[in-house]
């Protein structure tokens, strides 16, 4: 009953989310929370994660654009994970950026990385359908600027022997 009121809730917020062009951080950290816990059911806890928040962000009075992370972490849950012969991790992080009307968002995962997801040919043509979505996304978000503010970059993390470790997602987003 609990995790089917979670998926009921989720749903609706999806819907009532994707109408609007900003939330609150505080409703994106509950609608994350909501989608991984339902994912750690399906996946049978393959993964764990953690949130993140300086405390300088006032999570109820910053809003940022909605529904922009969750594919992300789609993306690790089903195609970083897949096959690694350890449990995931996620990181999620949100950090003040140099510019004050701005926010960063971080999420490292510790899965197979790029090269191997793009060797699978059922899963390539699904990240890059998430990807675009994204990357539309971000380029609506700058049309109103003379200067480009939000910003989308996605690629595999290394640790200091060049091995690969992951991939991380860096988000500058607008706030509101």
Do not use: C, W
């Not at 096959?83 to 510019?99: H, K, N, V, W």
């Not at 701005?102 to 990807?131: C, P, R, T, W, Y």
């Not at 109103?144 to 939000?150: G, L, Q, R, V, Y």
């Amino acid at each position: 009953n609990h995790y089917l009121s979670t998926f009921s809730r989720l749903m609706r917020n999806s819907l009532e989310y994707s109408r609007l062009d900003y939330i609150s951080i505080y409703k994106e950290i509950n609608f994350i929370h909501a989608y991984l816990d339902i994912e750690k059911l399906r996946f049978e806890d393959r993964f764990e994660y953690s949130i993140d928040v300086s405390d300088e962000i006032p999570t109820h009075h910053y809003h940022i654009p909605p529904l922009l992370l969750q594919p992300i972490l789609e993306n690790a849950i089903k195609h970083a994970f897949k096959d690694i012969p350890y449990q995931g991790q996620l990181e999620i992080r949100f950090l003040t950026a140099q510019r004050e009307d701005m926010i960063e968002v971080i999420i490292n995962d510790n899965g197979a990385g790029l090269k191997e997801k793009q060797n699978e040919s059922n899963d390539s043509s699904h990240q890059s359908v998430g990807l675009s979505i994204i990357e539309d996304r971000i380029k609506m978000l700058n049309l109103d600027s003379e200067t480009p503010k939000a910003s989308f970059r996605f690629f595999n993390r290394y640790d200091s022997n060049n091995e690969l470790v992951g991939t991380q997602a860096h988000f500058v987003l607008p706030i509101q």
